[in-house]
């Protein structure tokens, strides 16, 4: 019997990282961070605690494949994606951006999803920092608190445990 594909979507600002527009002072370095410039501006990409080690567990034991969807522009999404999933031999299989969210009401946006993928609503979960995203399929979403940055975060770990439910 073959199984189907199971799917996360990742959301990114709030969610897997943080971007400021300053560079952090050394008593906040105590986390993955880097210095990031894309057009015309610069800043500082802080990466949440414990991304890695939820993307490697989702991928390697759960089996799940990624997308991303953000409402940021595309230059900035492909870059943080690129970076969340440096050196990781697994990259999501769609990435959606400002580009795709004029093409369709962002709280409808699983919808769209689950059309363009052709499997139901059962093969995915949603990670995001915003229950408004997902109004359609608020089962189907694994709220996680904003993240501001700082490194005193356990949100993915507890993400972890709640996908084993």
């Known amino acids: 019997m073959e199984m189907s594909l199971k799917y996360i979507v990742l959301d990114l600002d709030g969610t897997l990282v943080h971007h400021t527009n300053f560079h952090p002072h050394k008593s906040n370095e105590s ?4 210095i990031l410039s894309y057009k015309d501006k610069s800043g500082c990409l802080h990466f949440r605690p414990h991304y890695k ?6 991928h390697d034991v ?3 494949e990624f997308i991303v969807f953000s409402s940021a522009s595309e230059d900035y999404v492909t870059r943080v994606t690129d970076l969340l999933f440096k050196d990781l031999n697994f990259y999501p299989v769609h990435v959606f951006d400002s580009r795709h969210i004029n093409i369709i009401t962002y709280n409808k946006q699983l919808n769209w999803i689950i059309e363009l ?3 139901t609503k059962n093969d995915i979960v949603c990670i995001d920092d915003s229950k408004d995203n997902y109004q359609d399929h ?3 979403i694994l709220l996680i608190e904003e993240w501001d940055g700082y490194s005193q ?4 770990i ?4 709640l996908l084993l439910i």
Not at 153 to 156: G, I, K, P
């Open 153 to 156: 975060d356990n949100e993915l």
């Open 53 to 58: 080690e939820l993307l490697i567990w989702c």
């Open 117 to 119: 993928l052709g499997v």
């Open 31 to 34: 986390y993955e961070h880097i």
């Open 158 to 161: 507890t993400i972890r445990n």
């Open 62 to 64: 759960m089996r799940y």
């Open 138 to 140: 608020k089962d189907r």
